[in-house]
Every structure is written in structure tokens, then in C-alpha cells.
């Protein structure tokens, strides 16, 4: 009999959840929107217990665990007086939230909880296109940036987690003037000029109606390589991959793919940032489910 | 009986190496000058064969591994065709050298191979300024600017080795505008604009001699709490420790620190960034034996 795990991808707008095994395993998925803690921890609880209802009456497994892939900033420290709390969010009702107390208190089976760019880190180095990288870097650029890692075995944790979205960036000088950054912390971070919202700002236009020749994107590849780059010299990730709604950008991927071996400028002799490099930074292999896979894969690990 | 351990520290002008278990318990420490490969390790290698004949006349321990701190660039991935071996490196005769193989065949005992800055790293956290704090982020800036991480139980090897010193810097506005940096691949990365070449470059005076109101120091704590920055947000360390000849010019520590949470803009609400900042970035615990313990410790984690 297959163990069966429960998956909680808690995202800022919808909260995905599924019980299975791994990706081609995965017995049931809803997803709903994001509501305040309250009702959506009760939603998630209750898809679980029906869940776990149709496990017994098909005489089946029951789900051993639950992980957590949680929006970020969130105390993912075990030990820690506020493990499983949402720390300070601008997402109305969320700040403060405690995630595993409710939970574990409907569902009665161990818990976990890490950053969602840790957890989908983690199911790309268990199941998708990381797979045996240590590190693996994951960095989503979307309505945010965030990165997971991979490193030594576990997910990184330390005085918090990684925050790659807030690392800086040399502005490119074709970057209109006018447009500052929208980061409310540092203006001009990564965040702050290549993020969605950054896009949409500062082109008026959703990035997805940005066509393949507007310079949005050489721009957009020059603050994402500079990204990468900082990760290979501090992490040097054994693979990096890139996801998020904005990396469907048109030839976004090898655009930075381009950038980074620009900003390398020979320095690293590795075959990864030469010839091998459109296998070293690559697009998610899980896609969409990387979220609620790394839920899933951290459950698992707690066996 | 306490087991003891050869530690060698293979830097650019200098070789120390060591036998002993700990900081206060080194028997015995030399250091010669780096001469070329085959001279080097031949002389480090009867330096050991001397202390084991010691060891085994006073009917003590016999030394049962033997750890290797080395300059890089250098092959730090056991089962590598080319591990324990220098790469490309502008320092003269040592491109492409084999450390292990020549080392083994003298001692004929387990041996091991790391970084500089790695096992200064996990000495830190062994018996110095990190202990117990996962991830530990060790800095060194000096004639290079280098930087070793201990992760999740063990030093942070990847795609090859941290490289913190090219990490991009943002410009200081009050830099000297003539001067462009002095790194031979990327001219005005963290190396290029704050090692103490740069440093003795650009104003004319070697570190040591620029008195402490000379405004270099406030441009140089601006380039190095960038990159402390960088790493908060890449690894989350738990404690920097930053070491170095350069770190100790006059107030420079203090200043970077202040620049570090100044760059933060109060993004990262952690009392070691905030009111506990002088215990978060700290001078190094062991000095000038950081290198040469570290590469015992290496030796110690091979039992």
C-alpha cells in the first residue's frame, strides 16, 4: 500500500489543495480563493476530512501527513514560539495568521509548513527538472519574486528564509527614467523593476500583452540574469529553475539564459554557463502543481 | 586518548599546517612561504611525516586524517575526475595542480579537500564566532574578496564553490569616478572595487595606512553591506562572520553593519538585523587560525 500524503498550497489569491503520492499520484485537487485564515483554513480542513472519509471507506490509505507551502514572509523555524504563523503580509487579515494551529487541530495527523518557493524547490529536485541538483534554486517571477532552495539534503531555512526577490539590481539604461521601482520597501529591487505588477506599471500593459519584440523583455532578462547571477555566486546551484506567470514571457527564458552568460563574462569555467546551459537554467518541469507537489514532498519527508 | 587531526591551509603567499584536535589543543604549526606545487606540498608533507614520528616516539595518537583549506578556484567535489585539484588560477605554476594525489601518496592517510573560506566557514561554526548557527557566512576581504557558507550540517559545495566575491555592486556616489574597478573579468564587481588592491589602487595609500576619517571607509562599507545583503536575502544566514585584513580598518565593521540596515530599509523585521545587529555581524572568534583549524575540522567530519 502507497502512503498518501495531503498538500496545502497557500497562495496569496487561491489556496490549492490535493492528496496523493506525487505527481502521477495525485488522487483529488481543489482549489478555491483566498479568503480571510479563518474560513479558508476551515475550507482546507474540510476538503481533508472528506478526503480522508473516502480513504476509509475504500479501505484504503489514510493520509499519513499534511505539508504547508505557505506564502511568504512566515516563520518556517520548528521551535520557534511563532513556527506556522504569517508573519507581517500586506494580504489583509493574514498578518500574525497561525496556519498549523487550526490545522492541526481539525486534522489530527503531523504537520509541516515551509515557504511555497522552498516547497515547489522541492518538488522540482524530487519529482520535475531538478531532480538530483543539490543545490537547486527555484525563483518565481510572478506578482512577486521569491526563491526556494534546495541545499545539503533539506530546504534552506536560517535567520528566516531566502527573500531573492529584494536583492538589487544595476538599473539597464534603456529603462525609461521615469519608472522607479514599485518595491514599498527598497523602490528599485528586483522585485521593484521586474516583477508583474513592475511590468504592467511601467509599459502600461500586462506582461502577457507585451509582444516578443517590445524591449520590455531584453530589459526584463538583464534585472533576471543579474539575479541569477548573484544566486550562482553565492548558492552555486547545481540547476536553476525559473517559474512564475511572467517567465511565459516570449523568449524570456533564453533571453536571460543570453544575460547571464553576458554578466558571467568568462569568470566561471563550467560547462553549465557555456554550452550546457539551457539544461542548467530551465523552465519548471511540474508547472502550476510545483506548489501543492512541495506540499505533498514535505509531508512525505516527515516519515 | 584524543584523536588528532593535520590541517594544512593552502593560500596564495603562504602555507600553514597544523596537527592537533582544536584551537587549544594545536601541537605543533608552521608556515613557509607558496612556492611552487611540487615544493609546497613536499614540504608540507615532511612537516607532517616529522609530527607522526613525534607522535608515534612519545607512543601518542597517530594524526588519521589529514584536511585540506585551499585557495581556489579548486575542485571541491569528491568523485570529480578532477577533484582536489586547482583550476584555472593567475597565480604562476599552480593552474591545473594536483593537491590530493601528491599528498596521499606521502601521508598515506583519509584525506580531504575544501576551500579557504569554506573551512574557515566551518571552523567559525565549529569553535568560533557561527557555533551552532546554520546557515554560517564566512567573508573575507582581503588582496581577493571570498566567501565560504556551512548549510544544513555541512559546507556549501554546488555547481562548484561559493564566489561571493563577484557579486554586482551598486556604485558609490561619492567613488571617484576615474576609478573603474580592478577585476580582470568584471572590472567593478564586489572584488574589482572593494579588495584591498582595489582599495590601495584607488587611493593611492595601502588599507592599513588611510586614517580612520578618510571617506574611503564610508564607500567601502557601502560595497560590502551590499554584499552582505545579497547573502541575507540569497542564504538567510544566521550569523556573518567577516574576516580578513581589510575588516580591520579603522571603524569599518561598525560601518558596515550601519549601511546593512540602511540597504534592508526595515524589509526583514529580525531583531539580529535590528537591535541585536552586533551579534548578527560579527569580527571572526578565530583570527589568523581560522584557515588552518577549518582544515582540521574537515579532517575531524571525515571520522
Known amino acids: 500500500m502507497i502512503a498518501v500524503y495531503g498538500g496545502i498550497e497557500g497562495g496569496g489569491t487561491k489556496f490549492v489543495c490535493a492528496v496523493g503520492s506525487g505527481p502521477d499520484e495525485l488522487h483529488s485537487v481543489c482549489s478555491f480563493d483566498t479568503e480571510g485564515p479563518e474560513e479558508t483554513l476551515d475550507r482546507a480542513a474540510a476538503f481533508f476530512g472528506e478526503q480522508q472519509e473516502a480513504l476509509w471507506r475504500q479501505g484504503s ?5 499534511v505539508g504547508v507551502a505557505m506564502f511568504g514572509p512566515v516563520d518556517v523555524r520548528p521551535g520557534s514560539p511563532s513556527y506556522g504563523h504569517v508573519l507581517s503580509t500586506p494580504k489583509a487579515g493574514w498578518s500574525g495568521a497561525d496556519i498549523l494551529g487550526p490545522l492541526s487541530e481539525s486534522l489530527g495527523v503531523p504537520l509541516v509548513l515551509d515557504t511555497d518557493v522552498n516547497a515547489a524547490a522541492l518538488a522540482e529536485w524530487r519529482w520535475g527538472a531538478a ?22 539534503g533539506r530546504p534552506l531555512h536560517g535567520l528566516l528564509h531566502p527573500e531573492m526577490g ?7 539604461p534603456n529603462d525609461p527614467a521615469s519608472f522607479l521601482g514599485i518595491c514599498p520597501f527598497h523602490g528599485d529591487c528586483l522585485e521593484g523593476m521586474a516583477s508583474g505588477p513592475a511590468l504592467e506599471q511601467r509599459w502600461g500593459s500586462r506582461p502577457e500583452a507585451l509582444p516578443v519584440d517590445h524591449p520590455a523583455w531584453d530589459i526584463q532578462a538583464y534585472y533576471l540574469a543579474q539575479a541569477v547571477v548573484t544566486c550562482i555566486y553565492t548558492l552555486a546551484p547545481e540547476r536553476i529553475v525559473l517559474g512564475g ?20 563574462k568568462g569568470y566561471l569555467r563550467s560547462e553549465a554557463v557555456g554550452a550546457g546551459i539551457d539544461a542548467y537554467i530551465v523552465a519548471p518541469a511540474l508547472g502550476d502543481r510545483a506548489g501543492v507537489l512541495g506540499a505533498l514532498a514535505l509531508a512525505e519527508r516527515l516519515q
Chains 1, 2 share one sequence.
Do not use: W
Open 245 to 264: 506567470g511572467v517567465m511565459r514571457g516570449p523568449g524570456l527564458l533564453a533571453k536571460v539564459r543570453r544575460e547571464v552568460r553576458i554578466l558571467l
Open 61 to 65: 490509505a489514510k493520509i499519513e501527513a
Open 166 to 172: 529584494h536583492i538589487h539590481v544595476r538599473r539597464h
Open 131 to 152: 531532480c538530483e541538483c543539490d543545490p537547486a534554486l527555484y525563483l518565481t517571477v510572478g506578482t512577486g519574486i521569491g526563491g526556494g532552495v534546495f541545499v545539503n
